[in-house]
């Protein structure tokens, strides 16, 4: 089973501009969130996306915000970059009733200049 | 306010002895605890859980101890091993609906010296 796939890996971007995130989740996955790590915050929750809908959301301004498909693909978009939004940004999947372990992907690292 | 909190920034240990990780948790509503192991520009690979109506848990050479009533809970690595040294993540997950909204710590990073 292929695992969490995210694209691109690497995006550097300028300041003011928008971006675009992508998470394919593990075949069967119905949930897929987005977390942020930062050398100064750690690993923090975003949102998570279940059946195409927002169901939690993390403590981050309006500039941050995503989707899902129907086929559980997830999208998140950063709108109007800041220089502290350069992170790590991380994808995970998980489908309910198999454990609260969730799946990760390798990542996309946003850097913003 | 950091509800989950890895009071310990980094452990050094002997290949072959026993390695402690240390987490501990403010929110009484917390159901399970998970720890993640996390190499630099990867993400984090769940390693062991917990439910909080549990008090241990083993998977192989790791081992989880839950303390309720301290809100205290630590992962055990017996016996560690080179390929053990990396960044350990504790992270914990509100009732409900959250399956995928994780509560994480700082980190701790694990140095195991053969």
């Known amino acids: 089973k292929a695992g969490v796939t995210q694209t691109p890996r690497y995006l550097i971007k300028t300041r003011g501009q928008q971006v675009t995130l992508s998470c394919s989740p593990i075949?069967?996955?119905?949930?897929v969130s987005w977390y942020q790590q930062t050398p100064g915050q750690g690993l923090q929750f975003l949102f998570e996306y279940f059946s195409e809908t927002q169901r939690n959301k993390g403590n981050f301004p309006g500039r941050f915000s995503g989707r899902q498909f129907s086929n559980s693909r997830s999208e998140m978009n950063v709108s109007t970059l800041e220089l502290g939004d350069s992170a790590l940004y991380l994808c995970a999947s998980s489908f309910p009733g198999t454990g609260p372990g969730a799946f990760f992907g390798q990542g996309t690292r946003l850097t913003v200049v | 306010d950091q509800q989950v909190k890895q009071n310990s920034p980094s452990l050094s240990v002997q290949e072959g002895r026993i390695s402690i990780l240390n987490c501990d948790y403010t929110?009484?509503?917390?159901?399970?605890f998970l720890w993640y192991k996390k190499y630099p520009a990867e993400g984090p690979t769940f390693l062991i859980s917990i439910s909080s109506i549990k008090d241990k848990n083993e998977d192989g050479r790791f081992t989880v101890f839950l303390n309720k009533s301290a809100k205290h809970l630590s992962l055990h690595i017996v016996p560690s091993q080179p390929g053990d040294s990396a960044v350990y993540f504790c992270a914990a997950r509100a009732g409900g609906t959250s399956y995928g909204k994780l509560t994480f710590g700082q980190g701790t990073i694990l140095t195991v010296h053969p």
């Open positions: 929110n009484s509503m917390f159901d399970y």
């Open positions: 075949s069967g996955h119905r949930s």
